[in-house]
């Protein structure tokens, strides 16, 4: 969410944003909301101090009668005034609320993906002397899940891992908390269970409705409660209401926890295997800093997850991702993508984005700087890992002829000493 007083003093930049972005323009409606809400809250003051000094008046008066009409018809029109204030302060609620970040003025302009930039890659993709199999089939031949079971028992996009598989996938997770604890981030097993205002203080979703969200996020009907696609929402709402002392700043977080998605708007995309599934597991990388900070945090949070591509040994590539594809609440994006043999191609493993102050001034975040002042803090947040979707490049770039995977030698300990599972080992 944006200032209000930033949307009046560059309204052609939030018109800027919002094109760029592809959303909705409600520029203009704001600013004439603004004006409107400004001029009612002003009379409606007046008019209160006129029935005030009417009421002073009414206590001396000989004739009250004509005093107490006038009180009369003057309360009639505060109450006018303050409903029509209400309406007003209604929409303009909702329309702030439909305004997207504004975008770093590096970030490439794009309509969608196709104008995503590639940054650089990291480590060749590796060349086979035997045909690679999918993850599907290495699943398949080593028993390593039972997807028509789980479906009929779950329903559709669920999955559970079973025996070795499921070990190396608890590997990956307990290595890159390990690795994030090693670099001063705070451990935290997060909710899955949260309220929806949660959910709408992160600035994903459009608008002030909250039944907007019905369509991406499972709601746990009868009650007021709802699943979380991600740690980042609880997280996100740690401080709510605090001012937190700059000394103090960034606080870094690693929260892990399942994360529930309903991904409707998802259809026919990767429906089969780990990648698209209801309910998974996920490391994440959350800071809150002051907005000087926001730069040199980002880089830390993509190094951070670059780092753990090379652990796990995947050949990676780094995207800058562009102004249609980096959604609604963020200033800048970077993509991080692996190696997937059977795909020929990258697929995208984790999101390093710069919130700015748009999630804090929803959740009212903020930090009392060394001159005294008190500012929204700048939210930024990034993948660590998310499973099964990253066992997906470990298992097929590792995998050998016999169906076999190699474990990435950082796993090994983790995994018994083992360097590989499955196959005819």
């Not at 409705?209 to 009907?221: A, E, H, K």
Request: proline share 5%.
């Amino acid at each position: 969410m944006l200032d209000i007083k930033f949307i009046r003093e560059h309204p052609e930049c939030v018109k800027n944003a919002c094109r760029v972005k592809g959303f909705d323009d409600p520029t203009d409606a704001i600013l004439a909301l603004d004006a409107q809400v400004r001029e009612l809250k002003t009379v409606t003051q007046a008019k209160t101090a006129e029935k005030n000094k009417i009421s002073r008046e009414i206590a001396t008066a000989t004739d009250k009668a004509p005093l107490i009409a006038a009180s009369k018809k003057i309360s009639d029109e505060i109450a006018d005034d303050m409903a029509a204030l209400a309406d007003a302060e209604e929409k303009l609620n909702d329309l702030m609320h439909r305004v997207p970040q504004i975008p770093s003025p590096d970030a490439p302009i794009g309509p969608d993906d196709s104008g995503n930039v590639e940054i650089r890659r990291v480590g060749t993709p590796r060349e086979f002397d035997f045909t690679p199999r999918a993850q599907w089939d290495l699943l398949d031949m080593n028993g390593w899940w039972a997807p028509e079971k789980i479906a009929k028992i779950c329903g559709t996009r669920t999955y559970a891992l079973m025996g070795e598989a499921a070990e190396l996938q608890l590997a990956i997770e307990t290595f890159v908390i390990q690795k994030l604890i090693s670099r001063g981030f705070t451990f935290i097993e997060c909710p899955a269970i949260t309220k929806p205002e949660t959910i709408f203080n992160a600035g994903h979703f459009i608008g002030a409705d909250m039944s907007v969200m019905n369509d991406d996020v499972f709601m746990l009907t009868g009650t007021d409660r709802c699943l979380a696609g991600t740690s980042e929402i609880v997280m996100n709402s740690l401080h709510s209401g605090e001012i937190i002392a700059e000394k103090e700043l960034p606080i870094k977080y690693a929260g892990f926890s399942s994360c529930f998605r309903k991904e409707a708007g998802a259809a026919g995309r990767d429906t089969r295997g780990l990648v698209r599934v209801h309910q998974f597991n996920k490391v994440e990388q959350y800071v809150y800093c002051t907005p000087m900070q926001s730069d040199e945090m980002h880089q830390h949070l993509l190094d951070n997850l670059c780092d753990i591509m090379a652990d796990l040994e995947l050949p990676y590539r780094v995207i800058e991702n562009c102004t249609g594809d980096m959604g609604f609440n963020k200033v800048k994006m970077n993509d991080v993508e692996a190696w997937i043999p059977s795909e020929n191609g990258y697929k995208e493993l984790g999101s390093c984005s710069s919130i700015g102050q748009f999630q804090a001034r929803r959740t009212n975040t903020r930090y009392r700087a060394t001159d005294g002042s008190v500012q929204f803090c700048a939210t930024l947040n990034n993948t660590g890992i998310a499973v099964p979707r990253a066992l997906v490049p470990v298992i097929e770039n590792h995998q050998n002829a016999d169906g076999s995977v190699n474990i990435p030698r950082a796993l090994q300990a983790l995994m018994g000493g083992r360097t590989k599972i499955g196959g005819k080992h």
